[in-house]
C-alpha cells in the first residue's frame, strides 16, 4: 500500500500558527498575573480570618476552663447556663475556624501553582522577546 505524501508547511502557515501561539501566551501570562493579583489578597484575607478565630477560641477556652470550675464548686442554674453557652460559643468558632483553615490551604495550593504558571509564562514571554530581538540583528 503506497503512503501518502506529507505536505511541506508554507511560510504563511508557520508564522500565522506562530503568532496565534505567541498572542496564547501573552494572554496567560496577563492572566496569571490577575489571577496571583487575586489570590493574593484572598490569601491575606484568609490568615487574617483565621489568626481572628485562633484567638477567638483560645479566649473561649479559657472561658469554658473557668466556667468549668465554677460549675463543679457550686452547681447551680447559672453556673451550669454559662458553662453551655461557653460550650456552644465554643463549638461554633471552632467549627468556622476549622473551615477558614481548610479555606486557606485550598487558597495557598492554588496560589502557589497559578504563581509557577504565571512565572512560566512571563519567562516565556520574555526569552522569546530576546530571541527575537536577537534574530532581528542578524
Avoid: C, W
Wanted: glycine share 4%; charged share 35%.
Amino acid at each position: 500500500m503506497a503512503r501518502a505524501k506529507k505536505s511541506i508547511a508554507k511560510s504563511d502557515f508557520v508564522q500565522k500558527n506562530l503568532e496565534a501561539a505567541l498572542a496564547k501566551l501573552a494572554v496567560a501570562a496577563a492572566a496569571g498575573q490577575r489571577a496571583v493579583a487575586v489570590r493574593g489578597r484572598e490569601g491575606k484575607k484568609l490568615a487574617v480570618t483565621v489568626k481572628r478565630l485562633a484567638k477567638r477560641k483560645a479566649a473561649q477556652l479559657r472561658r469554658k476552663k473557668i466556667a468549668s470550675k465554677r460549675a463543679r464548686k457550686s452547681p447551680n442554674g447559672e453556673t451550669r447556663r454559662a458553662l453551655k453557652a461557653a460550650i456552644r460559643e465554643l463549638t461554633g468558632t471552632t467549627k468556622a475556624l476549622a473551615k477558614a483553615k481548610t479555606a486557606k490551604a485550598a487558597n495557598a495550593t492554588e496560589f502557589a501553582s497559578l504563581r509557577t504558571a504565571h512565572r512560566r509564562a512571563s519567562a516565556y514571554g520574555r526569552a522569546i522577546a530576546q530571541i527575537d530581538r536577537a534574530l532581528r540583528r542578524k
